[in-house]
């Protein structure tokens, strides 16, 4: 083989030559007036801006949907319009209205359309009843057992006056100047657990604690005498409850692994790696008690941060249902010092708080109070309101099987295997009442607005007379048909239906 086949070039290229490298001209590449000295140095010092710290609170946290929670809102979908519709009607002398004037509350219970009024109160027979006076007077009032109800809830309300008036010092304890308006206190007295009449009510009977003070947008209610006895949240009250049993489990006789510093996360929330990372790192910051002094904070700070944590935790666990909806607590931000985007603060903790997006507006529950869409600890008013939820339950019309029994309507369990119906599978967004005007159009059966007219609500295009109420008038005698064959033998033949005295009754 030719030697030269091996050499990677004969000769060396005239462009690799030394000589004829320094004697080519530079290429416009790599210029000829670029400055190779080395830079001089600025006149006067710069000052570089030192990095923030990395608030660990303010990392995104992924909102995760839990059907259980969901549940809660979308079973009391009825019970919400029932309530309006009660607390329209006990306004009224006597706890009497006419569907006449209940025609001008229509904008108040969301109805937009004109349908007829008499088919939503009938949907609803354990709770209104129709009363008939005169020929073009129809009005309606509470059943029996929906007014016992209503009359104990007032008096378990008076009887625990002492309990709404804690209540009202420890929110008025938690606020930066102890002052709050009292129509923001107004938007969670339900919640609370607050007679409806507060301000003239407590607030007067009890000047040791409270006096009312004249704000630069109306009266608010002033705290006058501080009690450190309740200056305690819940939270630390069930950190020293956790605190005792774990010294009790040391003190067994059998050993035990030692324990990580694991965060525990509730049942059914999955986090990422990331997530429980921040998480756990929120957690090992030092508690802030909510009834401590915060006016040093500086906002969006992970201390404000974890203050306002702990005030939202105290407010719920205040409530009667340990949930409330997010646009109650915005009204706080000025007396608590929350953050513009309270909603986003509460869904990056998901370990101790929950927000559903069902319904017209947005709830927030407390975590830990709730296990598989029930409350761990329910109070009486709980109770009085899952008795109201099983009377809003009961049908128009009895079940194929059989009538509803009186434990079914009027006792605890039964209002809590009537609201747990079907509780388990997951509701629809489009599904239930979440449109009223769906539900009146279901109840008067598809009809259109050109069919009704605007007024008592149950008279239509071609009606002279008023409704006939029959099919629910339990005072008639009811008739007794019976199967039997037409020649008394069983030959296979269809049964003919038949009266109790043996007279042939004509088949529909």
């Not at 939503?120 to 509470?142: D, H, M, N």
């Not at 006789?253 to 990372?277: A, C, Q």
């Amino acid at each position: 083989m030719d030697a030269k086949l091996l050499l990677p070039f004969p000769s060396a290229p005239a462009a690799l030559h030394p000589a004829a490298a320094a004697a080519a001209p530079k290429s416009l590449f790599l210029g000829t007036s670029l400055p190779l000295h080395p830079r001089a140095p600025p006149p006067f010092p710069l000052r570089l801006r030192p990095r923030p710290p990395v608030v660990v609170a303010q990392a995104a946290v992924k909102r995760r949907k839990e059907v259980p929670f969901d549940n809660v809102i979308q079973r009391d979908k009825k019970l919400k319009i029932v309530l309006k519709l009660r607390n329209i009607l006990v306004a009224q002398p006597d706890r009497v209205m006419s569907l006449r004037d209940l025609g001008r509350f229509r904008r108040d219970l969301g109805l937009t359309r004109k349908r007829r009024l008499i088919a939503l109160l009938k949907r609803f027979p354990g709770v209104f009843e129709i009363v008939e006076e005169g020929v073009y007077s129809l009005k309606f009032r509470l059943t029996p057992t929906a007014e016992r109800l209503y009359l104990d809830e007032l008096h378990l309300k008076n009887e625990s006056e002492g309990l709404a008036v804690t209540k009202l010092r420890k929110l008025l304890m938690m606020s930066q100047e102890k002052r709050i308006l009292i129509e923001k206190i107004a938007h969670l007295k339900h919640d609370l657990g607050l007679p409806p009449e507060f301000r003239d009510t407590i607030c007067l009977r009890y000047p040791q604690y409270f006096r009312i003070v004249r704000m630069d947008r109306g009266p608010g209610l002033e705290l006058t005498n501080w009690d450190p006895e309740l200056a305690v949240s819940a939270a630390e009250i069930a950190e020293e409850e956790n605190r005792a049993r774990e010294a009790e489990e040391r003190n067994l006789i059998i050993d035990r692994p030692l324990k990580f510093n694991r965060v525990k996360l509730p049942k059914g929330l999955k986090l990422t790696r990331g997530e429980s990372r921040r998480i756990a790192q929120f957690k090992e910051m030092p508690y802030i008690s909510p009834y401590a002094d915060f006016s040093h904070l500086r906002s969006g700070s992970a201390e404000k941060e974890k203050h306002a944590c702990g005030v939202v935790h105290e407010i719920l666990s205040l409530t009667v249902e340990k949930r409330t909806l997010v646009d109650h607590l915005t009204h706080f931000r000025e007396e608590f010092r929350f953050s513009q985007s309270l909603r986003g603060m509460i869904i990056r903790h998901p370990d101790m708080f929950y927000v559903s997006f069902k319904g017209d507006r947005d709830s927030v529950f407390l975590r830990e109070a709730y296990k598989d869409s029930q409350l761990v600890e329910k109070n009486k008013l709980v109770l009085l309101k899952e008795k109201m939820r099983a009377l809003v339950a009961v049908p128009r019309f009895p079940r194929r099987g059989g009538a509803w029994t009186s434990e079914e309507t009027e006792g605890a369990n039964g209002a809590t295997q009537l609201s747990n119906e079907g509780s388990d599978e997951e509701y629809d967004e489009d599904e239930g009442l979440s449109d009223m005007e769906d539900l009146i159009s279901e109840l008067s059966g598809g009809k259109s607005d050109a069919d009704y007219e605007w007024g008592d609500g149950w008279f239509g295009e071609n009606d002279d007379s008023p409704p006939d109420f029959a099919d629910d008038d339990s005072s008639q005698q009811e008739v007794k048909v019976t199967m039997k064959n037409a020649d008394g033998s069983a030959n296979g033949r269809a049964p003919v239906p038949v009266f109790p005295d043996g007279r042939p009754r004509e088949r529909w």
